[in-house]
């Protein structure tokens, strides 16, 4: 223990204790049950030697790299890795070129780590790909985004996709009592007292990350309050490492994306709590309130629409009153909005005759506006038959031109807003069924 009382000191030589504490081998390997259960496809190639290129997708701290690592050695193959942040086409070769010599001089097998594989290029990418088919290695790719967007075709049909999920809190908390005991690599030499609860908030705290709970776990040590030889951990200690600790989001990423699909699905399906729940989860996470505030708009004029037009009103008084308050009162006014979505009748009928009239605009091409609709404000125009055969609405019985055709001459009318029977748009039905009756009568 230094002079500051800390358990640790600065040496660089001293690793972080998420990178001592990698389990060895597939027995000490938290969570993932879905892959490397017995009969997994994963589980059963390995038992058999059968190493094959893959990509593994998930959060940041679910043990990819360290996945990685003991797939190599469970195989007997020699483990190579490099970061798309910071490598490029020449370090790819090289690695071949080792891999290569590897396999012609003892026979063994490579397996290439890529970290962080989606900020590869496409060039970078197809680097990789005669080398995946002719055995010379096998990749083995580590991406936290979704790897149909991120990744080549080509790429993506010579390797075998696993998906890695957030660690349960029993995971984490597994972690954190082996980090806790461990006197090689871990903390067993360094008498702390942390209690069943403790770990448990910690591990909750950390988010299904095993990584993130073990940095935490670190600071928490160094942070720890001294009773004679003892360093112990309590809910203050915990707290104060954890206080500016973000849930895990990443604005841009799959997490994002998910967590306002969530949102808006919420909504949709009139269930306020839920639409709250992951509205709450999104600004826990950083998310900037009026990212929200204009999905919010977006939801009252594709899913409400004319059920009931309050709610555009109401998004955007939410928006406005975000921009003015600021946070946190102006989140409030945002789950305000929120919640008057998600109880409001939903129709999306505005949403579906928007896209079926610009679908049918995109293929009828540019017919001519007919004489009758035209402006005339000119006296050539007027000579010309501009507005030649309109009729005034206004100057007809109920202010309804019956029998009046408003789409081009050469089209015939097409029937693009169907109203639901629910809310506002149950009278809008009502009315333009009248109308349509109107026209009908007309034609006889």
């Known amino acids: 223990m ?23 081998d597939l027995s000490e390997f938290s969570g993932q049950t879905h892959l490397l259960g017995p009969d997994s496809t994963l589980r059963q190639a390995l038992e058999k030697n059968r190493l094959h290129s893959m990509i593994f997708w998930g959060p940041p701290g679910t043990g990819k790299t360290t996945l990685a690592r003991m797939i190599a050695k469970h195989c ?26 590897r396999l012609a001089t003892s026979g063994q097998r490579s397996v290439l780590f890529v970290d962080e594989v989606h900020r590869f290029n496409k060039s970078q990418q197809d680097a990789f790909l005669p080398h995946i088919e002719d055995g010379t290695l096998f990749f083995v790719g580590a991406t936290t985004e979704n790897p149909s967007f991120e990744l080549n075709n080509a790429l993506l049909s010579r390797v075998r996709v696993y998906v890695l999920k957030h660690l349960e809190k029993s995971d984490i908390r597994s972690i954190i009592d082996r980090a806790l005991v461990d006197k090689e690599y871990g903390l067993g030499n360094a008498n702390i007292d942390m209690d ?70 919420s909504m949709r399906g009139s269930d306020p709590d839920a639409a ?21 708009l977006r939801f009252a004029s594709e899913d409400i629409g004319n059920a009931d037009p309050r709610a555009a009103q109401h998004a955007l008084y939410a928006w406005d009153a975000y921009s003015r308050l600021g946070s946190p009162e102006g989140e409030l006014a945002i789950a305000h909005a929120i919640i008057f979505m998600s109880c409001a009748p939903k129709s999306n009928a505005v949403y579906s005759a928007y896209k079926s009239a610009m679908a049918f605009v995109r293929e009828s091409g540019n017919q001519p506006v007919p004489m009758s609709l035209r402006n005339a404000p000119t006296k050539l125009m007027k000579e010309l038959g501009h507005g030649d055969g309109y009729r005034y609405a206004h100057d007809e019985i ?33 009315r333009l069924l009248d109308l349509r009756r109107q026209n009908e009568k007309s034609k006889t």
């Open 2 to 24: 230094g002079s500051s009382g800390q358990l640790f000191t600065a040496d660089d030589s001293v690793r972080p204790l998420a990178d001592r504490l990698r389990p060895k």
């Open 76 to 101: 007997d193959a020699h483990f190579m890795n490099i970061s798309a942040v910071l490598a490029g086409v020449k370090d790819i070769r090289e690695k071949v070129a080792e891999a290569k010599d």
């Open 196 to 265: 069943e609860s403790h770990r448990d908030l910690l591990a909750a705290t950390a988010d299904g990350d095993g990584r993130h709970a073990l940095v935490l776990l670190e600071l928490a040590a160094d942070c720890a309050r001294i009773e004679g030889d003892r360093h112990v951990i309590d809910e203050r200690v915990i707290q104060e490492v954890t206080r500016d600790s973000f849930r895990q989001f990443d604005k841009g990423g799959d997490h994002f994306f998910d967590q306002i699909s969530a949102l808006h699905k």
């Open 276 to 296: 709250l729940y992951w509205f709450c989860r999104m600004i826990d996470g950083g998310c900037d309130p009026l990212y929200i505030a204009r999905r919010v």
């Open 398 to 430: 109920d202010g309804f031109a019956a029998g009046a055709h408003y789409f081009p001459d050469t089209l015939e009318a097409v029937r693009f807003y169907e109203p639901v029977e629910r809310g506002l748009e149950i009278r809008i039905r009502e």
